[in-house]
DNA sequence: GTCTATATAGTGATAGAC
DNA sequence: GTCTATCACTATATAGAC
């Protein structure tokens, strides 16, 4: 979509595409240079190795992700308007970018390497777990004040990245298993949205 | 595990277990040939191409996922039991084969002629749709008896699908992220299958 | 049934011309 | 910055010996 005049650039954004869509194993250098319309030399002069390229492109992603779940973190409302607006704004991310949750997915789960890179800058980044206590203690707080159940935090997270993630797996199936239309998929996501805040609400609902 | 002397078998459950932790573009013949101990010769000649030998794993792996589904759906107790044993079913089902939900979900996402192959042969398949009405008359039923709330059949599918099949398609991170021993992660696949259990029986509720 | 050998094509990466 | 040419490897698949 966004052309770039820039050729590193423009590598760039077909390599993540084609990333995005075959998965690392299955996308060559010499694909990416043929899409763009510039020679396969070209892509290693930049981006020297196809690793190197794929590790700019999975960290960009992998910090939006992060960056994301940190500002629906920061909600002062009402427990319920906090859940409801978390889940809304990973939907509206999704759906701008439907195929992020396998493509991060998939090189997570087959390549050990990455999530050892993963654990090393991101999860023992103070920062990060600072904003887990953070959730942690605002659960605490509601539970307290009598306002949601008691729940523990870690499993409330995992309730709604399972709901929310796996409504984007499934829908390469979803739309070819029942051929659906691109129209008939965006109505599904919305109203599996719909769904998943009315089903983590009734859950939390003491 | 089950060692058997038919190399024809053998190559066949090595393949198994590489396409399983590799996916399929990250395996090859040679590599399939090399852990089993024979010439990669000898596995085109038993299966002819890779994707040939894939096809056979993959079509076998989910005949069995189907005919899970299909016998957790018999089922004539309470739609509480009903919901807590199929559930259950899953859960244990995916313990014995962690791999399975990303085996199947890389490649159907990665590859759409799989999808394709997929619907021809069983969504078209009336053996299964009539598997599906059945469900969607027994929800009719118990939501007439006012045993359950109002949903949609395919959308609790869906939910029950989202937090059993994410549980195992995470599990590497769960792992590796925050560095769990397998004693730790089994008890937190126990732990899973509970709360799910528990969150859809009272989403269920009226 | 299992092997060796090989055809054919594709891969990632680099050297060097312009 | 972009190209051509090429290297060393690996891939899938097949032919033919035993």
Known sequence: MTTNDSMELRIREVAQQLFFSQGYAATSTTQI?????????????????????FRQIFLEQVLAALNLIG??????????????????????ALMGNPRLPFFVLEELVSNPERRKYLRENFVKNPSYALLYMQFDARMRQEQREGNIVKTDPFDLMMTIA????????????????????????????LHRKAEVINMVKKILKP
């Open 33 to 53: 240079a043929r899409e763009v319309g510039c020679t396969q030399a070209l892509v290693h002069y930049y981006y020297r190795t196809k690793e190197n390229l």
């Open 71 to 92: 500002r629906s973190l920061a909600n002062e409302d009402s427990f319920d308007r906090f859940v409801e607006q978390a889940i809304s704004m990973y939907f509206d």
């Open 162 to 189: 399972s709901l929310t993630v796996f409504t984007f797996l499934s829908l390469p199936m979803y739309r070819d298993l029942l051929s659906r239309t691109d129209d008939q998929v965006k109505d599904y996501i």
